[in-house]
Structures are given as structure tokens and as C-alpha cells.
């Protein structure tokens, strides 16, 4: 079974910084995609980045610049560095695991984490 277990949200002032991270782990033997989505109070959610195994990046425009995001290919670990933070980015923010292939059997290729908490406050 695999696991995805996300750490670093947190409360932060305007500007501020937060780093999170999301490790995956179950019997994987490659992961394609991994990346961040999120959703605040009331709206829908989005994607915020994601990562290919080869190391291809996509952004949402509304955090081009501010924020980036890194993998280790081989512990299965996404970061997500978040920087000049606004009262905007403020939501729930979940990791996710996409064109996962198991060891030994088949698994399902899409999982999604918990969610951890990110409130900037003005």
C-alpha cells in the first residue's frame, strides 16, 4: 500500500517562508509525477506544481517566482519551497503521487496525502 505523508505547513506571517515535504512510501518502483495541489475555504481546488521523475516543472501562474518545488528520485520525496508568502496562499495544501508503479503488484497510479495546513496571516 502506499503512503504519501506530508510535513512543514504551518502558520506564517505576510512574506515568510514555509517549506513542505511529502514522502511516499509502500513497495514503489517509480513514481512519474509528484506535486502540490491545494484548497482554501470556499474555493476550488488547484494545482499548485509539479515535478516529473526527469526533472520537468510546472507552476501555477499565481506562484511563478515565489515558489519551487524539488524531488528525491530515490527516497520518493517532494518539496515544496514557499517564499514572499501571501494571505492568499492560505489553504490546505495536498501532495500527490501521479503514474505510480508498484513492486510486486499492481497498484493504483494516482494517491494523494492528508493535507497540511498553511495560513498567512497579514
Known amino acids: 500500500q502506499v503512503q504519501l505523508v506530508e510535513s512543514g505547513g504551518g502558520l506564517v506571517q505576510l512574506g515568510g517562508s514555509l517549506r513542505l515535504s511529502c514522502a511516499a512510501s509502500g513497495r514503489i518502483f517509480s513514481i512519474d509525477a509528484m506535486g502540490w495541489y491545494r484548497q482554501a475555504p470556499g474555493k476550488q481546488g488547484e494545482l499548485v506544481a509539479v515535478?516529473?521523475?526527469?526533472?520537468?516543472?510546472n507552476y501555477a501562474e499565481s506562484v511563478k517566482g515565489r515558489f519551487t518545488i524539488s524531488r528525491d528520485n530515490v527516497k520518493n520525496t517532494v518539496f515544496l519551497q514557499m517564499n514572499s508568502l501571501k494571505p492568499e496562499d492560505t489553504a490546505v495544501y495536498y501532495c500527490n503521487a501521479d503514474r505510480v508503479l508498484c513492486s510486486a503488484y499492481v497498484c493504483r497510479p494516482t494517491h494523494w496525502g492528508q493535507g497540511t495546513q498553511v495560513t498567512v496571516s497579514s
Open positions: 515535478i516529473t521523475s526527469g526533472g520537468s516543472t
